[in-house]
């Protein structure tokens, strides 16, 4: 794609299948990244993922610290056209009218569904089947702007956040590939969003957490919704003892166990809900490291019941 630059700007890891996309037509391009942050321990200071691929690459870096410095950056390297790909701040009008071309975000759903930070997890929660990938222009509301592209996208059973992060953004860099060649030859159009808007908060731990009136698909919604982060878990003896879930599947069939108790199954160890049972394989007890659920379990000395 000739005589295009791009200026795009990113942060974490799912965000370079696009840049590495953009990379491969942009005639010029630089990279906008939220600043290094202090990680571990140490809290050594660290660039996030895109910082780390444009260092690598010898591309021109900006990581501003505030809404003045983001519209300094856009001036400064003065892009035909900007994209966007989970930065992690929204850009004000001033930042917003500078490309020519405007500015471009890959979004994880397919708008006006799930609008904001977190469509991914939301949809997941919700329990939907489909999802996708959406391409839209940047206007000042959140996640408001006219649709370039779309491309749907299904959910697979017992597929976690991270996973379908991870499955989206090679949907969303194909995507955007075809999208901007569509751009360079004259083709792309733009169109209004239609339909009902939902929206997509950032979901907590208290979100994750299993309770003993869940059904086994609401805890199995909880799981994939919230893995890996912000985390999913179950608590007893009134949040006196907790149990960090990293795997886990659901079996819907009638347990023979009370609702709400943690036991041992023919298929490993189970928390019976009503409509089935949670298979517990990975967890994280309290003050200890991951483990097999099955060794956690050879442990415990008492019945569980699970907070409600």
Request: proline fraction near 8%.
């Given at each position: 794609?000739?005589?295009?630059?791009?200026?795009?700007?990113?942060?974490?890891?799912?965000?370079?299948?696009?840049?590495?996309?953009?990379?491969?037509?942009?005639?010029?391009?630089?990279?906008?990244?939220?600043?290094?942050?202090?990680?571990g321990?140490?809290?050594?200071?660290?660039?996030?993922?895109?910082s780390?691929?444009?260092?690598?690459?010898?591309?021109?870096?900006?990581?501003?610290?505030?809404?003045?410095?983001?519209?300094?950056?856009?001036?400064?390297?003065?892009?035909?056209m900007?994209?966007?790909?989970?930065?992690?701040?929204?850009?004000?009008?001033?930042?917003?009218?500078?490309?020519?071309?405007?500015?471009?975000?890959?979004?994880?759903?397919?708008?006006?569904?799930?609008?904001?930070?977190?469509?991914?997890?939301?949809?997941?929660?919700?329990?939907?089947?489909?999802?996708?990938?959406?391409?839209?222009?940047?206007?000042?509301?959140?996640?408001?702007?006219?649709?370039?592209?779309?491309?749907?996208?299904?959910?697979?059973?017992?597929?976690?956040?991270?996973?379908?992060?991870?499955?989206?953004?090679?949907?969303?860099?194909?995507?955007?590939?075809?999208?901007?060649?569509?751009?360079?030859?004259?083709?792309?159009?733009?169109?209004p969003?239609?339909?009902?808007?939902?929206?997509?908060?950032?979901?907590?731990?208290?979100?994750?957490?299993?309770?003993?009136?869940?059904?086994?698909?609401?805890?199995?919604?909880?799981?994939?919704?919230?893995?890996?982060?912000?985390?999913?878990?179950?608590?007893?003896?009134?949040?006196?003892?907790?149990?960090?879930?990293?795997?886990?599947?659901?079996?819907?069939?009638?347990?023979?166990?009370?609702?709400?108790?943690?036991?041992?199954?023919?298929?490993?160890?189970?928390?019976?809900?009503?409509?089935?049972?949670?298979?517990?394989?990975?967890?994280?007890?309290?003050?200890?490291?991951?483990?097999?659920?099955?060794?956690w379990?050879r442990?415990?000395?008492?019945?569980?019941?699970?907070?409600?």
């Amino acid at each position: 794609m000739g005589g295009v630059r791009i200026l795009f700007a990113g942060s974490p890891a799912i965000a370079l299948p696009a840049l590495e996309a953009v990379a491969g037509v942009a005639s010029e391009l630089a990279v906008m990244s939220q600043p290094d942050k202090p990680v571990g321990r140490k809290k050594i200071l660290t660039p996030t993922a895109v910082s780390s691929w444009a260092l690598d690459q010898g591309l021109p870096l900006y990581r501003p610290v505030d809404h003045e410095s983001i519209t300094q950056a856009v001036s400064d390297f003065s892009p035909d056209m900007g994209i966007t790909v989970a930065y992690g701040r929204l850009l004000r009008p001033d930042a917003l009218a500078l490309p020519t071309a405007g500015w471009w975000n890959v979004h994880f759903s397919l708008l006006p569904r799930w609008r904001g930070a977190a469509p991914v997890q939301n949809a997941l929660l919700a329990g939907e089947h489909n999802t996708g990938v959406t391409i839209f222009r940047l206007d000042e509301g959140m996640d408001t702007g006219p649709l370039v592209s779309q491309r749907p996208h299904p959910i697979a059973p017992g597929i976690t956040a991270g996973e379908l992060l991870d499955e989206l953004s090679q949907v969303g860099a194909a995507l955007l590939t075809d999208t901007l060649h569509d751009y360079s030859r004259g083709h792309q159009t733009m169109s209004p969003q239609r339909g009902e808007a939902t929206h997509a908060p950032k979901l907590d731990r208290e979100t994750g957490r299993i309770i003993s009136t869940d059904t086994v698909e609401m805890a199995l919604r909880r799981f994939q919704a919230t893995t890996p982060e912000p985390g999913c878990s179950i608590s007893w003896d009134q949040g006196g003892n907790t149990l960090k879930v990293l795997s886990a599947t659901a079996v819907h069939h009638p347990s023979t166990a009370p609702v709400g108790t943690i036991h041992s199954t023919a298929q490993g160890v189970g928390l019976s809900l009503t409509g089935g049972v949670l298979l517990l394989h990975t967890v994280i007890p309290t003050g200890k490291r991951a483990m097999p659920a099955a060794d956690w379990w050879r442990g415990v000395t008492r019945e569980i019941h699970i907070d409600d």
